[in-house]
């Protein structure tokens, strides 16, 4: 987002304290699903269609629309480009690292760092974390079992 008026900033800044449903400590926009914003329409892409925190996005928007005073505001979505999770903001990655969760790995690498100490001597547990959108991993260095966060 560049040099936008302030009304438009002002509804920007509703919509960045949304949270994202599974990781509070990240905001939708730092998850880097909201692709657009104006009194008329927040313009979203959701991250992978069937996940369920995508319809909770939505309607934790709605909500926060409405208590802001954004009634009449409306929400869209677009599947195109489809969102890759080289969306997410390098402020988001720093506060998934934060929470304990190792982000995504860039398209193209494999290599995933462990949260807690930075090793890349890391290995699956499981397909499936805590929920569907995270795989459980354990670091060999320091032996803590986390969390990489896979898709949404
Ligand atoms: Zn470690």
Redesign the pocket.
Known sequence: MVAIDPATQALWNVVAAVPDPEIPVLSITDLGIVRDVSIDRVLITPTYTGCPATFAIESDIRAALNAAGYASTRIETTLSPPWTTDWITDAGREKLRAYGIAPPTPAGTSTVY??????A??QEISRFGSTPCKAQWQ??????P?DLFKCH
């Open positions: 462990c949260p807690q100490c930075n090793s001597d890391t670091c060999r260095t320091c032996q803590e986390f």
